[in-house]
């Protein structure tokens, strides 16, 4: 029922800023206990947790903190992640996905989309 889709550029250049966009269906973006996550995972290595917004806020992981900026337009039923001064150990699969308040658990996941970062 709950559907999310990324988007957004799948090649940038060293020093640009990355800009993706969820896009979720069949849910509110608003309801409570619930967050919505940006997860990345590079080639050959495993999924790391970028940050999430929720009611309550947005919250980042501390690696990243100083280039992340998540936001989201409830009237559009999106969020959107924005991650400065890219550099090639940015390329990764980028994944966003629901997350449920109190809890390390994702139920539902976009279908990733791969960003490159190549001079």
């Known amino acids: 029922q709950v559907q999310l889709q990324e988007s957004g550029p799948d090649l940038l250049k060293p020093s640009q800023t990355l800009s993706l966009t969820c896009t979720v269906s069949g849910g509110s973006i608003a309801t409570s206990y619930l967050y919505w996550s940006w997860i990345r995972q590079p080639p050959g290595k495993g999924l790391e947790w970028m940050g999430a917004i929720a009611n309550s806020g947005t919250y980042y992981s501390p690696s990243l903190k100083s280039r992340t900026s998540i936001s989201r337009d409830t009237s559009k039923n999106q969020f959107t992640l924005q991650l400065s001064s890219v550099t090639p150990e940015d390329t990764a699969m980028y994944y966003c996905?629901?997350?449920?308040?109190?809890?390390?658990?994702?139920?539902?996941w976009g279908q990733g989309t791969q960003v490159t970062v190549s001079s």
């Open positions: 996905a629901r997350g449920i308040v109190n809890s390390d658990e994702h139920d539902y």
